[in-house]
Structure formats: C-alpha cells, structure tokens
C-alpha cells in the first residue's frame, strides 16, 4: 500500500484521536520487517519502532508506553520524519563543516555505544530489592499528605452564559445527580472542562494546595463516597462536586516509588562507570600532546599577548584528553 508523505505524517500524528482504543479483538501480530511507514527511499519497519523505542524509553517504563497508542505512533511520525530529512541530507553535498558535525556525532554515538557495552559487562545490582531496602529504611522520605479523589461537573460563565445563567444550569446538573442520575453521563454532557470526554469528570487524587482554594475546600470537606457538594463558585465558574474517596497521610506503596527509585539507582551504578572510564581515558600512558599548538586557540578578552603567553605557560598540567560524559 503506498501514500504519500502528507498522508503518512497524518496517518502517524493524528490516527490515535480518530480510531480509539484498540479492542482485542482487532489486535494482530506482525513480523519485525513490516513496513510501517515509507516514502522514496526512506522505509520505516516495525522492528525500527520497536527497537527505537527500546534504546529511548528507560525499561521501567516500557509497559506504559506500550499501553498508550498515541506515543507509540507520535514516537513513529517523530522517528520517520528525521530519517526522511537524513535522506534529503544525504542527495546533496554537504560542507566541509556539515561533514564534521556528521563524522562528530558518529564519533560520540560510537562513545555512547562504547560506555554502554562497558555498563552491561559489569555486574550490576538487583535494583527492586535496593529501591525496596531504600523505601523501607526511610520511611520518612517517602510520606503522602492527605488527598481526596473527586469528580466535578464544570459550568463556565462568559460571554455567551451570564452568572446567573450558569448558577441556574449547576443547580439543574445538581438536581439530577441527587435524583440518581449517573454523575458520569452527566460530566459528559453538561460539563465545560475539556478533560471531561476522556475522565467523565474524575481528577482523580489531589492534595491540599492543587486546586483552586473554593473548590478545595468543599472537596475535603466531604467525608462520604457519593456525597454531593455545589453549586461552588471559583475563578473558572460553577463546580458540581462528587466526593469518590479519600486517601489519608501516611508512607507512599512501594509500587508508587519503586520506577522512581530504580531509576535513580540505573543512573547511579552508569554514572559511577562512566566517571571510572573519564579517569582511565585521562590518564592513559603516552598521549602525545601539542600543548603550543592547542593554547594558541586561547584568546584573551583584553586581547594582552603578553598575559596569553605568561598564562599560557602557567598552566603545564592541564590535560588534553577526555571522554564523553
């Protein structure tokens, strides 16, 4: 099947808001070399995606990705569309300049694959278990404040709605979510927040301090799932309020810390390898440097020779070698 560029783009970036959720049962397994996405001699396969998305997303993160269709196909559009303008540079002659910047980010990818070889040869510790030794020996780090989870039925006022328009339309929303009907149908049709389509109203937890002080005071103000609060009045109009649950303060579930935690112990256990191999490269035996050569680049703001030169000749020591961070 071919398209055109347009069609592909449109197809990458806008297909997840127009298809929906993919039921299971439109759900099929392709190989790797399926062509996704193609246009002149740029060919996208779902291996590449596939493979992409593996090098880019950290692997505790990788199950949520995989659940959300719209960054899997913006990760698509955004991959097909640098390897289309690598194909363009690739027509035409590049500069002397142009072939360096292209010759110096090959230099520091191979550096990059380099320092991720020497990672993986190491041998390296069950991060869960260390995040979960950290969670449970600090348990004061790791405490939530208090939080409601509500769902809430917005009615703006402005130009096309008075106050008092918006006052009558909350408390025709109030009267019949108390007469039973579902608050969630309701949010779907009556509510001016654009959140709504997609959460029926729901903003799920939230601590003291991240909504507008009206509405959250009526919110922990109630105590009982069910219990309905309105119409209150903020900056932005007429809130109808379910209260949902309430979530008291105490230590966070390790399963709320554990990604975060694994993650900052990943970037540790590298950051201390690659600092052991910026300190092998630097002090490697026989580096031939030309130290006259390399300090003529210097060029002191005054523009004095004679300070250039004295503290040219200041600084013997300095190295010139290094490696990539």
């Known amino acids: ?21 993919l039921r299971a049962a439109e759900a099929q397994s392709y190989p790797d070399d399926t062509v996704v996405l193609a246009h002149g001699n740029t060919r996208v396969t779902l291996g590449d995606i596939r493979r ?23 990760h698509a559009g955004n991959f097909f569309v640098v390897h289309k303008l690598a194909e363009e540079a690739q ?49 004061e780090k790791y405490q939530a404040p208090e939080a409601v989870r509500v769902a809430h039925i917005l009615i703006k006022t402005g130009a096309d709605r008075t106050d008092a328009q918006a006052l009558a339309r909350a408390q ?19 509510s001016d927040d654009p959140s709504a389509a997609g959460n029926s109203g729901d903003l799920g937890f939230f601590q003291r301090g991240q909504m507008v002080k009206p509405f959250e005071d009526a919110a922990f103000a109630m105590q009982t799932p069910g219990e309905l609060a309105g119409p209150v009045k903020s900056d932005f109009g007429y ?10 303060a105490g230590l966070l579930p390790f399963e709320q ?51 250039k030169a004295a503290e040219s000749k200041a600084a013997p020591n300095d190295k010139a070698v290094g490696a990539p961070k």
Not at 121 to 138: F, G, L, M
Request: glycine share 2%; net charge positive.
């Open 1 to 21: 099947m071919t398209m055109s560029f347009r069609v592909a783009l449109f197809l990458c970036c806008s297909l997840p808001f127009a298809a929906g959720p």
């Open 257 to 307: 810390v554990k990604d975060r935690l694994i993650a900052k112990y990943r970037d540790e256990f590298r950051t201390r390898i690659v600092n052991r191999e910026i300190e092998r490269i630097g002090t490697l035996q026989g580096v031939e440097t030309n130290y006259d050569a390399l300090t003529s680049l210097y060029q002191p703001i005054d523009g004095d020779p004679a300070k």
């Open 172 to 190: 025709e929303v109030l009267a019949k979510a108390k007469a039973g009907a579902d608050f969630a149908a309701l949010a779907k049709e009556y």
């Open 91 to 139: 027509a035409r002659p590049l500069t002397e300049a142009e072939r360096f910047r292209v010759e110096e980010a090959r230099i520091r990818a191979l550096s990059q694959v380099q320092l991720d070889h020497i990672v993986a040869q190491e041998k390296q510790p069950d991060y869960e278990a260390v995040a979960r030794e950290e969670w449970q020996a600090h348990p």
């Open 239 to 248: 809130h109808v309020i379910r209260f949902e649950a309430r979530r008291p």
């Open 52 to 74: 992409s998305i593996e090098l880019t997303i950290p692997p505790e993160q990788l199950r949520r990705f995989y659940a959300d269709r719209k960054r899997i196909t913006q």
